[in-house]
């Protein structure tokens, strides 16, 4: 018994957090499925229709669980933010988000803790396209669509080492969830790449962790085709934000001076360019020689300083995790996470 007792408090308290929404069919499995590393174990209902919470609260007999129930529904983004805040106060060191509907493997937590504690990573999250193993049963418009987010994604956030972002199972160190800004997170979809974003801000390390998926019968809320064009525009507004707070606000840098040489040559040669040649086309008359000139010029020189830009933003991707060197978390009450 005290040999038990010993051993359950060596370990580094793990918490684990899964947001619920029509997870009647599959929550009790994955909970079952929930190794003894973990110490806390937080359910968050968001709002859900079919009482997910109110089925765990009566058939669950694992002492690890913790039912937090949300009465206006907030999206994924905003029950993981609850269940975080939550971790945080009840003093764990690593929390780990998966899904309700089975579709990932509660086995792999371990994986996605030991980088975290081992000090490599501040955040770690998987990578369904690690391999062409890892992807055999996905959906091809999942292929595709998750391809073309990881591109963006790249750069909207400055990890262009990582990819997958719309992947939900992670795992970050407290005292960097602590920093995150809860209210500014997107709440819906894209809130795993909003996590991304506002990680690289506070320059966190962040690494991919190879899993495979199971697809069974449930339907994603999630269709590529519907939110293509809303992401796009987020997307864009996190790119500019990113750079403008990396390389002008907090630094100004080398690669700071190519794009801001770079991106007006480019654009006056593009610019100019199209006008000119459309000119031509209307009138019929031969660009004269010294305005191909004028065009060309500005297009290659612009084009080679944007390239070293970004050669120098993908060097630049963060490369050592910042959550030793951060001081004591501040826990932030539940009450200021704004419903």
Known sequence: ????????????PVAVVIPTYRALASIMDVLSRIG???????VVDDCCPEKTGDLVSAQCLDGRVKIIRHDVNQGVGGAVMT????????????????????????????SFVRPILSGDADYTKGNRFFSAATIVGMPRRRIFGNAILSL????????WNVFDPTNGYTAIHAN???????????????????MLYFLGIFRAEVHDIPMFSHYGDERSGLKISHIVGQFLALHISRFFKRILSQY??????FASLCLLIGAPLLFFGVGYGAFTWWHAYQSGVATPIGTVMLVT???????????????????????????????????????????
Request: hydrophobic letters at 45%.
């Open 248 to 253: 002008f606000v907090r630094d100004f840098s």
């Open 176 to 194: 960097v969830a602590a920093l995150l800004p809860f209210d500014m997170i997107n709440r819906r979809y894209f809130f795993e790449t909003d």
């Open 83 to 110: 269940g975080y805040l939550a971790a945080i106060a009840d003093g764990a060191q690593v929390i780990v988000k998966i899904d309700s509907d089975g579709q990932m493997d509660p086995a792999l937590i371990d």
């Open 297 to 339: 010029l500005p297009t290659i020189l612009g084009t080679q300083f944007v390239l070293t830009f970004f050669a120098a933003d993908i060097a630049a991707s963060p490369r050592r995790a910042i959550h030793r060197s951060l001081p004591k978390r501040t826990v932030l009450p539940l009450t200021q996470f704004r419903g």
């Open 1 to 12: 018994m005290n040999e038990n007792l010993t051993k359950e408090a060596l370990l580094p």
């Open 36 to 42: 003894p590393s973990v110490t806390h174990i937080y």
């Open 152 to 159: 963006m994604s790249k750069f909207s956030t400055g990890y």
